[in-house]
């Protein structure tokens, strides 16, 4: 007997600590998908929403200005987080042709004013033009671009040919979109499904090879015992019934009996009965 106590312990205790993981799991993961629609659904929508040009052109830089002060921060090519405040900004702009960079060679490059498209345009690091270290430094950034006359590759928007960012790349924009998606709603849909599977009185009693709570064991079996007990009173009345309809016949025969006994009792006693005779006066 020691030992199905010692399995029912265990699976309670398991079925407890599962339980306690998947809810926190489940709480977890809605957390994460609300703090993953700026810092990686915004982003990425917006990239893709502004179709830029997958092959990379050639870009120059024309101005950089170091500012320092909020006021003069009223943007920047790279800052250091998103809903941070800018004290110290970058302020990029460069010139960009439609020359694709993979074709590009320093030695034949012809350099002149006429096959510039856009002039004097703000580069950005993004289309949010924010980073966080270690994937984006903005430092290395203002020290790799903000030189001027130097020559990189950039890409530009075809729906805004003033929007010109240093990275892209098509297929890194969806599968971000995707992974933000999936994997914290999946997580959450899976953990929640599980508890209310496991949890759900008729999936218990139905399909579900968990243990039933004592206190529902208990109501299902005085229920049982209610309907043994039912069936029981049918029976001794139906067995009463057909006692019934086997006597029937005698009843029926003592009845008149008493009825023939009871008219022949009348009947003596009309004929004992005394007339007087009738007085003359």
């Not at 700026?38 to 950089?64: G, K, R, Y």
């Not at 759900?200 to 004592?214: E, L, M, W």
């Not at 529902?216 to 009173?233: F, K, L, M, T, V």
């Not at 006692?243 to 022949?264: A, F, P, T, V």
């Amino acid at each position: 007997m020691e030992e199905p106590e010692e399995k029912e312990s265990l699976l309670t205790r398991l079925k407890y600590y599962t339980t306690l993981t998947l809810g926190t799991t489940a709480c977890l993961s809605s957390f994460v998908f609300m703090f993953l629609i700026p810092w990686i659904l915004d982003p990425s929508i917006s990239t893709l929403m502004a179709n830029f040009d997958p092959e990379p052109v050639v870009c120059m830089t024309v101005q950089s200005d170091q500012r320092r002060g909020m006021k003069n921060c009223s943007w920047s090519s790279c800052k250091h987080g998103c809903t941070t405040e800018q004290f110290e900004c970058d302020q990029i702009y460069v010139n960009y042709m439609h020359f694709p960079w993979a074709k590009y060679d320093a030695s034949n490059f012809d350099n002149e004013d006429n096959l510039w498209v856009g002039v004097g345009v703000p580069i950005f690091v993004n289309i949010k033009a924010c980073g966080y270290p270690p994937k984006i430094n903005c430092s290395v950034f203002g020290d790799r671009h903000g030189r001027e006359n130097d020559i990189f590759p950039c890409y530009y928007s075809r729906v805004d040919p003033n929007m010109v960012i240093t990275s892209y790349d098509w297929n890194n924009e969806v599968t971000s979109i995707i992974l933000a998606l999936l994997v914290p709603n999946v997580l959450c849909g899976l953990s929640l499904g599980i508890v209310s599977y496991w949890w759900y009185p008729g999936c218990q009693k139905r399909r579900c090879q968990y243990q039933i709570p004592p206190d529902q064991e208990d109501a299902s079996s005085n229920q049982q015992d209610g309907d043994d007990d039912d069936e029981d009173d049918d029976d001794d009345e139906n067995e009463y019934d057909e006692g019934e309809g086997y006597d029937k016949d005698s009843l029926g025969r003592r009845q008149e009996g008493d009825m023939k006994n009871k008219q022949q009792e009348e009947e003596k006693d009309r004929d004992t009965s005394i007339y007087l005779p009738e007085e003359k006066v």
